[in-house]
């Protein structure tokens, strides 16, 4: 069973970068059964999938965060990290990691707000 | 890419069933049988309760069911409890490697 968990600053200014990492407990991030995401929820509303990678490390992005998107994948740590740059009011949600091709799992999600 | 069409809001006594609605396009629902539908209770994170249109997880309840034709999935509820009164959220791959959430739809139980 898989566990994952976020963690990162949960304040960030505007027009930096926001960086989260997700730790994966319970089976190995590079495994070739295992595809892994970021999903935000702005606060009071609905779900948006931010990018997702492979095992292999092949990215993909929501194609209106993808300039400034890199998610990225450490396999000796077993995580996986989001970076969102240029951040604004706009970007502040619940930022949650999660794992398997259907979103299985998910990690219990991270408050980032933005402000200076 | 467009959100995923769902009703704003549903509601059901207890022990009736509903159906919540899932609309997308060729690209993403009606492209594969990749649909998953996502239950969220009040500041907890998403839970899969289906996945590939129909299938269900170990340890979700069969009072949950899922279908799909065409360019539409729906989600039923059977036997509708308290409990299940949530959030819930339809999610598709599409056809350009992404993923796709509809708007979510408020379950009731009255």
């Known amino acids: 069973q898989l566990q994952l968990q976020e963690s990162g600053p949960g304040l960030v200014k505007p027009s930096e970068t926001l960086s989260l990492t997700c730790t994966v407990s319970?089976?190995?991030?590079?495994?070739?059964?295992?595809?892994w995401g970021w999903i935000r929820q702005p606060p009071g509303k609905g779900l948006e999938w931010i990018g997702s990678?492979?095992?292999?490390?092949?990215?993909y992005y929501n194609p209106s965060l993808k300039s400034r998107v890199t998610i990225s994948l450490d396999a000796s740590k077993n995580q996986f990290s989001l970076r969102l740059s240029s951040v604004t009011a706009a970007d502040t949600a619940v930022y949650y990691c999660?794992?398997?091709?259907?979103?299985?799992?998910w990690g219990q999600g991270a408050l980032v707000t933005v402000s200076s | 890419q467009s959100a995923l069409t769902q009703p704003a809001s549903v509601s059901g006594s207890p022990g009736q069933s509903i159906t919540i609605s899932c609309t997308g396009t060729s690209s993403d629902v009606g492209a594969y049988n990749y649909v998953s539908w996502y239950q969220q209770h009040p500041g907890k994170a998403p839970k899969l309760m289906i996945y590939?249109?129909?299938n269900r997880p170990s340890g979700v309840s069969n009072r949950f069911s899922g279908s799909k034709s065409g360019n539409t999935a729906s989600l039923t509820i059977s036997g509708l409890q308290a409990e299940d009164e949530a959030d819930y959220y339809c999610g598709s791959h599409t056809t350009s490697n992404s993923v796709v959430f509809g708007g979510g739809t408020k379950l009731t139980v009255l």
């Open positions: 990678i492979y095992y292999s490390g092949n990215t």
């Open positions: 590939d249109v129909s």
């Open positions: 319970g089976g190995s991030i590079s495994s070739s059964n295992y595809y």
């Open positions: 999660a794992g398997s091709l259907s979103f299985d799992y």
